[in-house]
């Protein structure tokens, strides 16, 4: 893991555990992640039954890119 995701996970923990849906999104908007990754991250984030750094860490490296420039054909 480098940093960034760290960061980003420790963030995204704190966020999901005040259940600050509109703060969520900001700061995913606010770190450049594009919307479609933001709506995956947060589906995959909700389902998690204990919302853990680690898990979240993995999530983000998964989800890391777009695929909207794939579905465009670009």
Known sequence: MNA???FEAGK???LFGQGDTL???MFMDMM???ID???RLFSEI???KYIDKTKIEHIIE???QS???ERLNY
Do not use: K, R
Request: no cysteine; glycine share 4%; proline share 4%.
């Open 32 to 34: 450049n992640m594009p």
């Open 67 to 69: 695929t909207i420039h």
């Open 23 to 25: 703060n969520i999104f």
């Open 4 to 6: 960034l995701v760290e």
């Open 62 to 64: 998964s989800h890391g």
């Open 46 to 48: 909700s389902a998690l």
């Open 12 to 14: 995204l923990v704190d």
């Open 37 to 39: 990754v933001q709506d």
